[in-house]
């Protein structure tokens, strides 16, 4: 069903080149203090069109683009090419005449007519695209893509796989080197995750889209695919990765304050690869269950605690506890001390202030147990108190 | 049809008594004072909403945070988006209606004074409420200047304010459209009938009824918003069971028509200036007014184009693509009628014209980039990303503002006795030109490349595409102090060269059958018009 070709890469070489050229003319060279490099499946230098397509659906979006932005050029010049050649020759100090023309009703007609017929024709191999690319029947493989501030949550739900579940957030280091403004900064810059989502090549994946919040929005350009992420409501969307390897997309629905730290990645694998990993992850997830019942000693809590911290806290609360303008210091925090430790773990349950602190429901009862014990026990915080997972678990189900 | 009209004559007024100082402007009744502060709360909208622009801007001017925090971040592109749409586009149309349409329809003043003066004084508070919330708990508004539902229920007590701002702004809004509405039907002088009326009149018209249709859409989608922050309510709270799309739906419903609000006046700006600097009579009359029509009737079945990405089913997903791409036709009218009015005139270049050619050529760019995003397939790739921010620049910039700038060069000489200074308003024009285009159009490949909008940071291969946005975006900013301080605040002083009754040979109308600067009060007695109803003859 392919209707075109994609442009060949000489061309994307010779469009970049040419703007590094011209770039270099006028001194303002950004990347020149550390230089970057095009980030195979995810955004190349200067790019001037969409990513390299690598299924059926983002081939024909972009043979659609490529259509559309010829006739609408050759519209454009046809059209001002008659405005600049009467601006030339009907200018007064031309010594042209204003002449009157007579408005015969054809000439209206004509030109509601002729632009109606343009605008069926590019209607028509739209409609074909949009039917194809709504067609999420016969899908091989179900998974769930779940938007969260500031992280996505995925569930595989039919098909290889079945049961697996991770969090697929920014790496911290990334976060932090946002913070610090300016130095030098990776290729994959906001876009490494620590856990990416892992397919098999060559088979329809149909996502599955929620969120827990706010409205997110999933996307691969690569594929072809975005699809918002809306609390409440399961909408779906599917693509089939004709090509291995890692892809990168954005959150694309303004979700608060880090709308700009949760990317998405899709590591595309072999089927053999897949059956692997998909083996690797479920011999992981039984070991890594941890029982709620299980009484922790306070050093090893304090352990577990710190990386959870890292991972999820630090960006708001920073490493140092202090906090950050409307948020609120840890360090000597009154909540997090008390004795009693109600408000503070249903704070990490339910958020607080309205979802300004999101709920970290997502968190397991022994890595909520964890982060609030290394809290209290951590920069000035010096409690020698902890918090059992089972305390956790209590609550969470009260 | 004949027009109604008072008999002024019949009792003595009081038009000699007119306030003076600060009366004058707070007590305002007259038409073309109201337009006058109308214009000028729209220029200190633009400059407020500019300043966000630029923080914005500095922010992307090279990868990582450095001047703003993200919560910070979100707050200046969501007021930007609210400050310059209800506050400097809106408004300012709302200035040239007020000062225009009763001159050019031969009408004494507009229909309804003192609620003339009511609607102006009340966006006062709305816009101190607006540009305020930066120092309220919790920082402004954040949720984007579409308060999408659910974030907005996140958002601190300036929400509150924002919304309570918008209402009012609504309010001002539909008793402007109502005075306009009753002036043009009611006031217009004997002759001239709704056919033989200037193309400005009649685009405000009809943009007149599209705001008293859709503004109790959006005061209806904010006050949900505000009961389900407040009140217990959960209209589009999925935690009670309420719908965060429909909330999409009602304010795009709203939000696509008040597109067109902010464009249709521009167009008809353009129609008035195009033949008078061509020396023709604007082509195909009947057939613009038809086509605004057209647009305006198009334009509440098209909403959903900005919800592509929702997920609605493939049979709406296609109804909508396809009423969008028929806008394209009777907008291509449009600008096939200016094209013909200036094919075999006799042109002249002076600044209105100008920015009406700069307006046709970069407004009809931003269409097409329209006409491509409302291809389903293709937004998928697009929505959301900075194309989209490319798109509407195009229009509402290029589109609304360059119309507006036209506007000003085309009459300030009637509204101020003076001509404005020819060679500055060229540079105004061409340095807004290179500015704006070095500013938005390489937002186009970062769109394509997938680079998300409302980002306060972003990946590397983005970088120097944004550096060249920031520093266009700049010279863009100073463009307009520059206008401000060397265009326009002469010409309010009274400084230049003293402008004729009519200074442009090629203009038609009753605004310049009258002297200039138009005196305080004009058409006292309905004019007798000749049978164009473009000339008094008695």
Wanted: aromatic fraction near 12%.
């Amino acid at each position: 069903m392919t209707m075109g070709k994609v442009p060949n890469s000489r061309w994307a070489a010779m469009q970049s080149g040419l703007l590094k050229a011209l770039l270099g003319l006028v001194g303002l060279s950004a990347g020149t203090a550390f230089a970057t490099n095009d980030l195979p499946g995810g955004p190349a230098v200067n790019q001037l069109n969409m990513h390299p397509p690598v299924t059926a659906i983002a081939i024909e979006q972009n043979w659609l683009h490529w259509f559309m932005l010829i006739l609408c050029t050759v519209i454009f010049v046809a059209v001002f090419g008659v405005m600049f050649y009467s601006i030339w020759k009907h200018r007064r100090s031309v010594g042209h005449k204003s002449q009157e023309l007579p408005e015969p009703i054809w000439v209206e007609l004509g030109w509601t007519i002729v632009p109606f017929l343009i605008v069926i024709g590019m209607a028509l191999p739209a409609t074909k695209v949009l039917v194809a690319q709504k067609d999420t029947t016969n899908a091989d493989l179900t998974i769930k893509a779940t938007g969260m501030q500031w992280q996505w949550g995925y569930d595989y739900i039919k098909g290889e796989g079945e049961g697996i579940g991770f969090i697929s957030r920014l790496d911290p280091e990334h976060r932090a080197m946002s913070n610090a403004g300016t130095g030098p900064k990776p290729d994959d810059y906001l876009l490494k995750v620590d856990n990416p989502l892992v397919v098999p090549v060559g088979q329809k994946i149909r996502m599955i889209t929620t969120a827990n919040d706010v409205i997110h929005s999933w996307m691969i350009p690569a594929f072809g695919v975005k699809q918002d992420a809306i609390p409440g409501f399961v909408r779906d969307t599917w693509f089939r990765a004709e090509k291995e390897g890692m892809y990168y997309g954005q959150c694309v629905e303004l979700c608060g304050k880090e709308h700009a730290y949760m990317p998405i990645n899709v590591k595309v694998v072999s089927a053999a690869e897949y059956t692997a990993w998909v083996n690797e992850q479920q011999k992981m997830m039984a070991a890594k269950a941890d029982d709620p019942a299980k009484v922790w000693e306070l050093a090893a809590l304090v352990e577990r605690g710190a990386t959870v911290y890292a991972a999820n806290c630090a960006a708001c609360h920073q490493a140092n506890g202090k906090g950050a303008g409307p948020i609120k210091a840890l360090d000597g925090s009154a909540i997090v001390l008390n004795k009693d430790h109600a408000e503070v773990i249903s704070s990490l349950l339910n958020g607080r202030a309205n979802g300004a602190m999101p709920a970290w429901k997502s968190l397991s009862d022994t890595e909520i147990a964890a982060v609030i014990t290394y809290a209290k026990n951590s920069w000035s915080n010096q409690s020698g108190d902890l918090v059992q997972p089972a305390a956790v678990q209590a609550a969470r189900n009260n | 049809m004949s027009a109604v009209l008072d008999h002024h004559d019949d009792h003595a007024h009081d038009d000699h008594h007119a306030p003076t100082g600060w009366r004058r402007w707070v007590f305002a009744t007259n038409h073309k004072d109201i337009g006058t502060l109308y214009l000028l709360f729209s220029f200190t909208m633009l400059m407020i909403g500019g300043i966000l622009a630029m923080g914005i801007r500095a922010e992307l001017y090279q990868p990582g945070l450095q001047l703003v925090n993200p919560e910070l971040f979100n707050q200046l592109t969501t007021m930007h988006g609210l400050i310059m749409v209800f506050g400097a586009i809106m408004p300012g149309f709302v200035g040239f209606a007020n000062w225009m349409i009763p001159l050019q329809i031969g009408a004494g003043d507009m229909a309804f004074a003192r609620m003339n003066n009511f609607s102006f004084w009340l966006m006062i508070p709305a816009g101190l409420m607006l540009a305020g919330s930066f120092f309220m708990p919790g920082g402004a508004p954040a949720a984007g200047w579409t308060l999408y539902a659910p974030l907005t229920l996140q958002m601190g007590p300036s929400m509150d304010a924002g919304i309570f701002a918008m209402h009012i702004l609504g309010a001002s809004s539909i008793m402007g459209s109502i005075n306009i509405i009753v002036t043009i039907l009611n006031m217009r002088a004997p002759g001239m009938t709704l056919m033989k009326m200037p193309m400005f009149c009649w685009t405000w018209l009809i943009t007149a009824y599209l705001l008293i249709a859709v503004m109790p859409v959006l005061a209806g989608a904010i006050t949900m918003t505000l009961t389900d922050r407040h009140f217990g309510t959960s209209f589009f709270n999925p935690a009670g069971g309420g719908d965060p799309v429909m909330y999409q739906h009602i304010f795009w419903f709203f939000g696509h028509p008040e597109v067109y609000i902010m464009i249709l006046p521009a167009f008809g700006i353009i129609s008035q200036i195009v033949p008078a600097f061509a020396r023709k009579k604007l082509f195909g009359y009947a057939s613009m007014v038809y086509a605004t029509g057209s647009i305006a009737i198009l334009s509440f079945v098209v909403w959903a184009h900005h919800m592509f990405t929702t997920g609605m089913p493939v049979t709406g997903q296609l109804f909508f693509m396809y009423s969008t791409m028929l806008i394209a036709v009777p907008t291509g009218v449009k600008i096939f009628n200016w094209i013909a009015t200036m094919w075999k005139g006799s042109m002249t270049f002076e600044t209105p014209m100008l920015f009406a050619v700069g307006f046709i050529f970069v407004f009809t760019l931003g269409g097409f980039t329209g006409l491509i995003l409302s291809m389903a397939p293709v937004d998928t790739q697009l929505q959301d990303t900075y194309y989209v921010v490319a798109h509407f620049h195009y229009v509402l910039v290029a589109g609304s503002l360059y119309a507006m700038f036209a506007g000003y060069y085309y009459w300030a000489p009637k509204w101020t006795g003076v001509m404005y200074n020819e060679t500055r308003g060229k540079i105004h024009f061409w340095w807004s030109l290179i500015a704006f285009n070095i500013t938005f159009f390489p937002m186009h490949f970062l769109g394509l490349a997938g680079m998300p909008r409302r980002y306060a940071d972003y990946p590397m291969q983005f970088a120097d595409f944004n550096l060249i946005a920031s520093l266009g975006a700049f010279a863009f900013g100073l463009a307009q102090v520059y206008f401000f301080v060397f265009v326009v605040l002469p010409t309010m002083l009274g400084k230049g060269e003293k402008a004729p009754q009519k200074p442009w040979d090629g203009a038609e109308g009753l605004e310049w059958e009258v002297p200039s600067p138009a005196p305080f009060h004009t058409f006292e007695t309905p004019p007798k018009l000749n049978a164009d109803a473009n000339k008094i003859v008695a």
